[in-house]
């Protein structure tokens, strides 16, 4: 089946060491979105790709980057996680016309990540 | 993107219908209203979306007012499976274009 893939589903760091959460897709979707999810809140958009352009949030911290090297690989870069970073982070991609709904969004499960 | 108001949470009995109220007083004529639901511990999955027809698919129902300023989804027989947290979102129909949740109405559905 179609999907979008995220690995690991629950990565732990140290406070200060840089990690990486990968997302991949096998629907052949122009955009891919990183949201994060903080406990009991809705998710928020930190950036996406269209197709090669990367879309910054205006209050996404500097602190994540994204890298998009082809159309089924996303990641998230997180360069110096702080204990506000713990958080749920969901991959989602939109686009094509799977189902004839080209502009629903797909979301992963989601890796949680823990920051000691 | 118009902003959204919902009931923080509801209860409905297994077997019953569920309606789900949404409020977008502010919604603008290209904004279609879309319905995101979310389980615990997964990514949120898309039940329906609309513009200003009501629609109907094999999840749900979408009831868009007259005015287009109020909306309510439609579970039609809610199973426990169904308890999640509905994200009612309006947003320009555009591939690109984000999705800006807001607070989400809790649905604990109950036996």
């Known amino acids: 089946d179609a999907m979008v893939i995220q690995n690991p589903r629950y990565q732990v760091t140290q406070f200060g060491k840089p990690v990486t959460l990968s997302c991949s897709q096998t629907l052949n979707h122009n955009v891919m979105y990183w949201y994060q999810q903080k406990s009991s809140q809705a998710p928020k958009l930190l950036f996406h790709?269209?197709?090669?352009?990367?879309?910054n949030e205006a209050d996404t911290p500097d602190n994540f980057q994204s890298r998009r090297p082809n159309t089924s690989f996303c990641f998230l870069d997180i360069r110096s996680p702080g204990l506000g970073d713990a958080a749920m982070y969901l991959c989602?991609?939109?686009?094509?016309?799977?189902?004839?709904?080209?502009?629903?969004?797909?979301f992963g499960p989601g890796t949680r990540l823990t920051v000691l | 993107d118009a902003k959204t108001t919902q009931p923080p949470s509801m209860d409905c009995a297994e077997g019953r219908a569920a309606n789900l109220p949404c409020n977008h007083s502010?919604?603008?004529?290209?904004?279609?209203v879309y319905w995101y639901r979310q389980i615990h511990s997964q990514g949120p999955q898309y039940i329906i979306h609309?513009?200003?027809n009501n629609e109907t698919n094999e999840m749900a129902s979408l009831i868009i007012t007259e005015d287009r300023k109020s909306s309510t989804l439609i579970l039609p027989h809610a199973t426990l499976r169904d308890t999640a947290v509905y994200y009612c979102?309006?947003?320009?129909?555009?591939?690109?274009?984000?999705?800006?949740f807001g607070g989400g109405t809790r649905l604990m559905v109950k036996p």
């Open positions: 979102i309006v947003r320009v129909d555009n591939a690109g274009n984000m999705l800006t």
């Open positions: 502010t919604i603008s004529g290209n904004e279609y």
């Open positions: 790709y269209y197709d090669k352009d990367f879309n």
């Open positions: 609309g513009l200003k």
């Open positions: 989602a991609t939109s686009g094509g016309s799977t189902s004839g709904r080209a502009n629903e969004q797909f």
